[in-house]
């Protein structure tokens, strides 16, 4: 996934880019509810009247936040998927990547539907958007056929299940042995179907 805030120089960015950085990486490694407006501000080293002639609003920051993980980690999702043959094959050891990096708290987009989806539409909408695009990845390693789009589907469930199970388990190992079930019985069943095409 793209650097987070702390992996290179937030004075070298521009205000509303060390804000958006910043808010990045607090709301994901600690929450939305539990960072506060004040935090982002001393953190990325703004003065208020600088962070509110860019963001209004907590709820303006929280739209941009979720915007731009989006955007970042599609990308770095589409990459892992290349990396690792851009097959179904790769859904594994792309994840066990993110699983496995040291920031990982599970995926941002259900966090957040959970802390502040009931009051901010935007994050659904978001949200929404981000799962249609991650399930639209899966469904381009898979090759045509009558039911792509419904186990391209299946696996993006298992994907989030596996997601949530890699957040608070010991270990993702489990999460991702139960995931590489999943991808090999709809691989087969998916050869099945052609054999008996």
């Not at 880019?17 to 539990?34: E, K, N, Q, S, V």
Request: positive net charge; charged residues 25%; glycine residues 6%.
């Amino acid at each position: 996934m793209k650097p987070s805030a702390s992996s290179f120089d937030l004075a070298e960015l521009a205000p509303d880019a060390r804000i958006l950085h910043t808010a990045h990486d607090l709301f994901y490694r600690d929450g939305i509810r539990a960072t506060g407006i004040d935090r982002v501000i001393a953190e990325s080293g703004v003065a208020k009247k600088t962070f509110y002639r860019y963001f209004p609003s907590k709820d303006d920051l929280i739209v941009a936040f979720l915007d731009f993980r989006h955007e970042n980690w599609i990308a770095w999702f589409r990459d892992a998927l290349a990396r690792h043959g851009g097959t179904l094959n790769a859904l594994v050891p792309a994840l066990a990547e993110w699983f496995g990096s040291e920031s990982y708290r599970g995926c941002a987009f259900i966090n957040s539907v959970v802390e502040v989806g009931a009051t901010l539409p935007q994050a659904l909408d978001i949200s929404r958007r981000h799962k249609r695009d991650m399930t639209a990845a899966i469904r381009a390693l898979m090759p045509a056929s009558r039911t792509a789009k419904a186990d391209a589907q299946a696996l993006a469930l298992a994907v989030d299940g596996a997601i949530v199970t890699a957040q608070f388990a010991d270990s993702p190992a489990d999460a991702l042995k139960a995931l590489a079930r999943v991808v090999r019985a709809i691989r087969a069943s998916a050869t099945e179907r052609q054999i008996a095409g």
